[in-house]
Protein backbone atom coordinates (compact mmCIF):
# COMPACT_ATOMS: atom_id res chain seq x y z
CA UNK A 1 0.00 0.00 0.00
CA UNK A 2 2.66 2.38 1.08
CA UNK A 3 4.22 1.78 -2.52
CA UNK A 4 1.43 2.17 -4.25
CA UNK A 5 0.95 5.72 -2.60
CA UNK A 6 4.43 6.71 -3.74
CA UNK A 7 3.24 6.21 -7.47
CA UNK A 8 0.32 7.52 -7.74
CA UNK A 9 0.87 10.71 -5.77
CA UNK A 10 3.08 12.24 -8.45
CA UNK A 11 5.34 11.48 -11.36
CA UNK A 12 7.30 8.47 -10.93
CA UNK A 13 9.02 5.44 -12.15
CA UNK A 14 9.87 2.14 -10.47
CA UNK A 15 12.60 -0.30 -10.89
CA UNK A 16 10.94 -3.77 -10.52
CA UNK A 17 13.12 -7.10 -9.78
CA UNK A 18 13.23 -9.76 -7.24
CA UNK A 19 15.37 -11.54 -4.76
CA UNK A 20 15.36 -14.66 -5.38
CA UNK A 21 14.82 -16.60 -8.75
CA UNK A 22 14.21 -19.95 -10.14
CA UNK A 23 15.52 -19.64 -13.39
CA UNK A 24 14.90 -22.69 -16.39
CA UNK A 25 16.36 -19.98 -18.79
CA UNK A 26 18.51 -16.82 -18.83
CA UNK A 27 17.42 -14.09 -16.16
CA UNK A 28 15.25 -11.79 -17.41
CA UNK A 29 13.53 -10.47 -13.93
CA UNK A 30 13.54 -6.58 -14.36
CA UNK A 31 11.80 -4.00 -16.04
CA UNK A 32 10.55 -0.97 -15.09
CA UNK A 33 6.96 0.81 -14.87
CA UNK A 34 5.70 4.08 -13.98
CA UNK A 35 2.35 3.01 -12.51
CA UNK A 36 1.40 0.29 -9.83
CA UNK A 37 1.82 -3.33 -10.80
CA UNK A 38 0.63 -6.75 -9.42
CA UNK A 39 3.43 -8.33 -7.27
CA UNK A 40 2.84 -11.82 -9.17
CA UNK A 41 3.92 -10.29 -13.10
CA UNK A 42 7.23 -12.01 -12.98
CA UNK A 43 7.18 -15.60 -12.68
CA UNK A 44 8.99 -17.57 -9.93
CA UNK A 45 8.70 -20.07 -7.03
CA UNK A 46 10.60 -18.35 -4.80
CA UNK A 47 9.23 -14.99 -3.82
CA UNK A 48 7.38 -11.92 -5.16
CA UNK A 49 7.99 -9.24 -7.55
CA UNK A 50 9.42 -5.82 -5.80
CA UNK A 51 8.76 -2.11 -6.83
CA UNK A 52 11.02 0.16 -5.52
CA UNK A 53 9.84 4.45 -6.83
CA UNK A 54 12.57 6.35 -7.92
CA UNK A 55 10.69 9.17 -5.59
CA UNK A 56 8.88 8.90 -2.48
CA UNK A 57 5.73 11.72 -1.74
CA UNK A 58 5.11 12.24 1.89
CA UNK A 59 2.11 14.36 2.95
CA UNK A 60 3.02 17.53 5.15
CA UNK A 61 0.41 18.36 7.94
CA UNK A 62 -0.58 21.71 5.70
CA UNK A 63 -1.84 19.28 2.84
CA UNK A 64 1.08 19.94 0.59
CA UNK A 65 3.13 16.92 -0.75
CA UNK A 66 6.85 16.87 -0.73
CA UNK A 67 9.00 14.88 -2.58
CA UNK A 68 12.40 12.71 -1.55
CA UNK A 69 14.75 11.14 -3.84
CA UNK A 70 14.73 7.18 -3.06
CA UNK A 71 18.60 6.81 -3.75
CA UNK A 72 20.98 6.52 -0.49
CA UNK A 73 23.21 9.00 -0.39
CA UNK A 74 26.14 6.57 0.36
CA UNK A 75 25.85 5.43 -2.95
CA UNK A 76 24.86 8.88 -4.87
CA UNK A 77 28.67 9.42 -3.52
CA UNK A 78 30.40 6.34 -4.13
CA UNK A 79 29.68 6.50 -7.92
CA UNK A 80 31.88 9.89 -8.46
CA UNK A 81 29.87 11.91 -10.69
CA UNK A 82 27.28 14.23 -10.66
CA UNK A 83 23.80 13.09 -12.13
CA UNK A 84 20.24 13.94 -11.72
CA UNK A 85 18.16 10.42 -9.78
CA UNK A 86 16.57 9.50 -13.30
CA UNK A 87 20.30 9.31 -15.01
CA UNK A 88 21.05 6.97 -11.63
CA UNK A 89 18.15 4.65 -12.31
CA UNK A 90 18.83 4.76 -15.89
CA UNK A 91 22.63 3.17 -15.27
CA UNK A 92 21.69 0.77 -12.61
CA UNK A 93 18.78 -0.29 -15.64
CA UNK A 94 21.23 -0.58 -18.11
CA UNK A 95 24.01 -2.45 -16.03
CA UNK A 96 20.79 -5.18 -15.16
CA UNK A 97 20.04 -5.43 -19.11
CA UNK A 98 23.74 -6.01 -20.04
CA UNK A 99 23.97 -9.53 -21.20
CA UNK A 100 27.99 -10.29 -19.64
CA UNK A 101 26.68 -8.79 -16.23
CA UNK A 102 23.51 -11.42 -16.27
CA UNK A 103 26.27 -13.97 -16.83
CA UNK A 104 29.11 -13.35 -14.60
CA UNK A 105 26.40 -12.79 -12.04
CA UNK A 106 23.71 -15.71 -13.03
CA UNK A 107 24.11 -17.63 -9.78
CA UNK A 108 24.13 -14.92 -7.69
CA UNK A 109 20.99 -13.59 -9.72
CA UNK A 110 19.35 -16.79 -8.48
CA UNK A 111 18.88 -16.47 -4.69
CA UNK A 112 19.92 -12.72 -3.58
CA UNK A 113 19.24 -9.02 -4.73
CA UNK A 114 21.03 -8.04 -7.59
CA UNK A 115 24.25 -5.94 -6.72
CA UNK A 116 25.46 -2.89 -9.17
CA UNK A 117 29.27 -2.45 -9.73
CA UNK A 118 30.46 1.09 -9.62
CA UNK A 119 31.59 2.98 -13.03
CA UNK A 120 35.03 3.10 -13.71
CA UNK A 121 34.76 6.34 -14.45
CA UNK A 122 32.02 9.38 -15.74
CA UNK A 123 32.19 8.26 -19.52
CA UNK A 124 31.17 5.00 -18.78
CA UNK A 125 28.67 6.17 -16.33
CA UNK A 126 27.26 8.66 -18.75
CA UNK A 127 27.38 5.74 -21.91
CA UNK A 128 25.13 3.57 -19.79
CA UNK A 129 23.24 5.63 -18.65
CA UNK A 130 22.14 7.07 -21.90
CA UNK A 131 21.30 3.65 -22.82
CA UNK A 132 19.17 2.63 -19.51
CA UNK A 133 17.18 6.17 -20.69
CA UNK A 134 16.81 4.85 -24.43
CA UNK A 135 15.76 0.67 -23.03
CA UNK A 136 13.36 3.04 -20.03
CA UNK A 137 11.30 4.85 -22.88
CA UNK A 138 11.30 1.86 -24.82
CA UNK A 139 10.04 -0.25 -22.11
CA UNK A 140 7.43 2.09 -20.84
CA UNK A 141 6.39 2.56 -24.78
CA UNK A 142 7.29 6.67 -24.65
CA UNK A 143 10.26 6.15 -27.27
CA UNK A 144 9.07 8.26 -30.18
CA UNK A 145 10.63 5.64 -32.54
CA UNK A 146 7.75 3.38 -31.58
CA UNK A 147 5.87 5.40 -33.58
CA UNK A 148 7.08 3.63 -37.00
CA UNK A 149 6.88 0.05 -36.05
CA UNK A 150 8.08 -1.99 -39.07
CA UNK A 151 5.70 -5.00 -37.77
CA UNK A 152 2.39 -5.68 -39.83
CA UNK A 153 -1.10 -6.60 -39.30
CA UNK A 154 -1.87 -6.96 -43.23
CA UNK A 155 -5.27 -9.03 -43.17
CA UNK A 156 -8.89 -7.65 -42.23
CA UNK A 157 -11.16 -10.07 -40.08
CA UNK A 158 -12.48 -10.40 -36.93
CA UNK A 159 -9.45 -9.73 -35.26
CA UNK A 160 -10.06 -12.45 -32.42
CA UNK A 161 -7.35 -14.32 -30.68
CA UNK A 162 -8.47 -17.91 -31.49
CA UNK A 163 -8.54 -20.78 -29.02
CA UNK A 164 -4.96 -22.51 -30.22
CA UNK A 165 -3.17 -19.63 -30.65
CA UNK A 166 -0.80 -17.88 -31.20
CA UNK A 167 1.38 -19.50 -33.09
CA UNK A 168 5.27 -18.31 -34.59
CA UNK A 169 5.76 -19.51 -38.32
CA UNK A 170 8.20 -17.62 -40.73
CA UNK A 171 8.27 -14.62 -39.00
CA UNK A 172 4.33 -14.17 -38.40
CA UNK A 173 2.61 -14.15 -35.10
CA UNK A 174 -0.93 -15.54 -35.97
CA UNK A 175 -3.71 -14.58 -33.50
CA UNK A 176 -6.49 -17.04 -35.81
CA UNK A 177 -6.66 -19.16 -39.14
CA UNK A 178 -6.23 -15.91 -41.24
CA UNK A 179 -5.06 -12.66 -39.30
CA UNK A 180 -0.84 -12.16 -38.19
CA UNK A 181 1.55 -9.97 -37.41
CA UNK A 182 4.73 -9.87 -40.04
CA UNK A 183 7.93 -8.75 -39.20
CA UNK A 184 8.74 -10.69 -35.59
CA UNK A 185 12.41 -12.01 -35.47
CA UNK A 186 12.95 -15.28 -33.76
CA UNK A 187 14.80 -13.68 -31.20
CA UNK A 188 11.90 -11.15 -30.70
CA UNK A 189 8.94 -14.02 -30.45
CA UNK A 190 11.43 -15.42 -27.76
CA UNK A 191 12.46 -12.47 -25.70
CA UNK A 192 11.79 -13.42 -22.03
CA UNK A 193 10.69 -10.74 -18.77
CA UNK A 194 10.48 -11.51 -15.74
CA UNK A 195 10.49 -15.65 -17.02
CA UNK A 196 7.78 -14.60 -19.45
CA UNK A 197 7.81 -15.00 -23.13
CA UNK A 198 6.44 -11.57 -23.93
CA UNK A 199 4.92 -11.55 -27.81
CA UNK A 200 3.20 -15.08 -26.30
CA UNK A 201 1.84 -14.70 -23.37
CA UNK A 202 0.48 -11.01 -24.44
CA UNK A 203 -1.44 -12.61 -26.94
CA UNK A 204 -2.39 -15.42 -24.86
CA UNK A 205 -3.70 -13.52 -21.92
CA UNK A 206 -6.31 -12.27 -24.51
CA UNK A 207 -7.21 -15.61 -26.30
CA UNK A 208 -10.88 -15.63 -26.79
CA UNK A 209 -11.14 -11.65 -26.89
CA UNK A 210 -11.20 -9.14 -30.20
CA UNK A 211 -8.65 -6.79 -30.41
CA UNK A 212 -9.18 -3.62 -30.75
CA UNK A 213 -7.39 -0.76 -33.19
CA UNK A 214 -5.30 0.42 -29.85
CA UNK A 215 -4.39 -3.17 -28.64
CA UNK A 216 -3.25 -4.04 -32.36
CA UNK A 217 -0.76 -0.69 -32.12
CA UNK A 218 0.26 -1.51 -28.83
CA UNK A 219 1.18 -4.61 -29.87
CA UNK A 220 2.96 -3.76 -33.24
CA UNK A 221 5.20 -1.13 -30.66
CA UNK A 222 5.64 -3.65 -27.97
CA UNK A 223 7.39 -6.31 -30.97
CA UNK A 224 9.77 -2.63 -32.21
CA UNK A 225 10.41 -2.09 -28.25
CA UNK A 226 11.53 -5.88 -27.85
CA UNK A 227 13.92 -5.65 -31.37
CA UNK A 228 15.60 -2.50 -30.47
CA UNK A 229 16.03 -3.56 -26.46
CA UNK A 230 18.16 -6.16 -28.23
CA UNK A 231 19.82 -3.71 -29.88
CA UNK A 232 20.35 -1.56 -26.96
CA UNK A 233 21.59 -4.79 -24.87
CA UNK A 234 23.91 -5.22 -27.52
CA UNK A 235 25.74 -1.93 -27.03
CA UNK A 236 25.70 -2.27 -22.99
CA UNK A 237 28.48 -5.03 -23.47
CA UNK A 238 30.83 -2.94 -25.65
CA UNK A 239 30.72 -0.57 -22.31
CA UNK A 240 31.24 -3.42 -19.78
CA UNK A 241 33.47 -6.00 -20.93
Not at 82 to 109: C, D, G, M, N, Q
Amino acid sequence: GEVMGHMLRGANVGLMFMRQVAMADDYSHVWVSDTIVDNRCFYSARGVMELVPLYLYHQESDGSVVREVNLRAEFLQALGVEALPEEVLAYLYAVLHAPSYRARYAEFLRRDFPRIPLPRDAEQFHALAQLGQELMALHLLRHPGLAHSPVKFPVAGSNTVEKGFPRYEAESVWINKTQYFAGVCEAVWQFQVGGYQVCDKWLKDRRGRTLSNAEVETYRKIVHALGETLRRMEALDEWLV
